[in-house]
Nanobody, 130 residues
Framework: QVQLVESGGGLVQPGGSLRLSCAPS????????IGWFRQAPGKEREGVSC????????FYTDSVKDRFTISRDNINNMVYLQMNSLKSEDTAVYYC???????????????????????WGKGTLVTVSS
């Protein structure tokens, strides 16, 4: 059973924008931390951004700071990743994942935070190309 469903990926030109959406299922909606990580062809996974509920901590990997914004819609139980000024190096499959350990800190592991995730979806492909 898929616990999280990502959507919003697609083909966009350099400098363009996309908004990714993540819909956690009822089984994982009581997460402690939620975030996005990505994997480009032939590269390691990289944590992009995460948000912790308990203290509101957010993290952005250096390459996306001031371009990407993570947000949460508590009413609809959705999480978003707004991506602006996209670059070719942002091309990757983007995954949404959750952490249920209440002692997990979004910022402590840097871009390796994805290694602490308990659940993640099948991903959505973002291609930045002219």
């Amino acid at each position: 059973q898929v616990q999280l469903v990502e959507s919003g990926g697609g083909l966009v030109q350099p400098g363009g924008s996309l908004r990714l959406s993540c819909a956690p299922s009822e089984l994982v909606k009581d997460y402690h931390t939620i975030g996005w990580f990505r994997q480009a062809p032939g590269k390691e996974r990289e944590g992009v951004s995460c948000l912790s509920r308990s203290d509101g901590t957010t993290f952005y990997t250096d390459s996306v700071k001031d371009r990407f914004t993570i947000s949460r819609d508590n009413i609809n139980n959705m999480v978003y990743l707004q991506m602006n000024s996209l670059k070719s190096e942002d091309t990757a499959v983007y995954y949404c994942g959750t952490v249920h350990n209440p002692f997990f800190s979004c910022a402590n592991l840097g871009s390796s935070f994805w290694q602490g995730m308990d659940y993640w979806g099948k991903g959505t492909l973002v291609t930045v190309s002219s």
